[in-house]
T-cell receptor, first 113, second 111 residues
Framework: DTAVSQTPKYLVTQMGNDKSIKCEQN?????MYWYKQDSKKFLKIMFS???????INETVPNRFSPKSPDKAHLNLHINSLELGDSAVYFC????????????FGEGSRLTVL | KQEVTQIPAALSVPEGENLVLNCSFT??????LQWFRQDPGKGLTSLLL?????REQTSGRLNASLDKSSGRSTLYIAASQPGDSATYLC??????????FGTGTSLTVIP
């Protein structure tokens, strides 16, 4: 039973297109995140939502727009894709303001041609 | 701002050896520290979580220690196996929901 699941696992698309990645967690956590992992494997936080409210919004282009319809779901929509957006995007979740663990999804590999 | 460093960036050892991976962080005001494993093309799997009040955690052949005052954590792997080959990342949790990741150590265990 997957704890944090994200779809699709692979995305190949042309520059200028718009794409979305979906994430769902069944752990009962109230906080969800989007991370970007670049080719050097460095993980960088993009967004975090707590109970559907945006609490972390790092320096990310406006073309990236997260949406959290409820605390178990966090989606990422990317407009006007650029070559530099090619990366692996990870969804994660944790329990709020406490000291709980961070759990990750399997990642969505985005390739922009 | 919190900075997390992992040294070495890559490590290659023969099977059966005990090894230590290092993680250092610049700000000791952390809630906890977590060690992850990442296999190629996969997500991050949590290995061990050490709360700020703890000194170490153990799981099977893995033992993680935490010295908050010196900003250091180590992950000890006993009797390494080829299946341990992966990238190991540490992450520190600061106030609320801020997690800071190291750049990882790529481990290869040679049969």
């Amino acid at each position: 039973d997957t704890a944090v699941s994200q779809t699709p696992k692979y995305l190949v698309t042309q520059m200028g297109n718009d794409k979305s990645i979906k994430c769902e967690q069944n752990l009962g956590h109230d906080t969800m995140y989007w991370y970007k992992q670049d080719s050097k494997k460095f993980l960088k936080i993009m967004f975090s939502y707590n109970n559907k409210e945006l609490i972390i919004n790092e320096t990310v282009p406006n073309r990236f727009s997260p949406k959290s319809p409820d605390k178990a779901h966090l989606n990422l929509h990317i407009n006007s894709l650029e070559l530099g957006d090619s990366a692996v995007y990870f969804c994660a979740s944790s329990q709020g303001q406490g000291t709980g663990e961070l759990f990750f999804g399997e990642g969505s590999r985005l390739t922009v041609l | 701002k919190q900075e997390v460093t992992q040294i070495p960036a890559a490590l290659s050892v023969p099977e059966g050896e005990n090894l230590v991976l290092n993680c250092s962080f610049t700000d000791s005001a952390i809630y906890n520290l977590q060690w992850f494993r990442q296999d190629p093309g996969k997500g991050l799997t949590s290995l061990l979580l050490i709360q700020s009040s703890q000194r170490e955690q153990t799981s099977g052949r893995l033992n993680a220690s935490l010295d908050k005052s010196s900003g250091r954590s180590t992950l000890y792997i006993a009797a390494s196996q080829p299946g341990d080959s992966a990238t190991y990342l540490c992450a520190v949790r600061r106030s609320g929901n801020q997690f800071y990741f190291g750049t990882g150590t790529s481990l290869t265990v040679i049969p």
